[in-house]
């Protein structure tokens, strides 16, 4: 039940390797310079492992997932 949480969030790595899970909800803004920098919407900024293309991927697939645990909900 430890990891029930990461199925709202999308896990990311810092750059020290340490890592942890992100609301991709507050992702304002992402860019490569060459290291993938996050900004979110409150001001707190991340620079992460993963490529920017990752993170969106992630993202994706985390609201794919949200969106059909609601429509197999009203089934």
Known sequence: MRTEWRKYMITLTKLNGTQFVLN???IEVIQENPDTTIRLTNGITYI???SMQDV????LQFR????KDIIDSVK
């Open 48 to 50: 992460v492992e993963e």
């Open 56 to 59: 969106v991927k992630m993202t």
């Open 24 to 26: 991709s909800d507050l």
């Open 64 to 67: 794919r997932k949200v969106f």
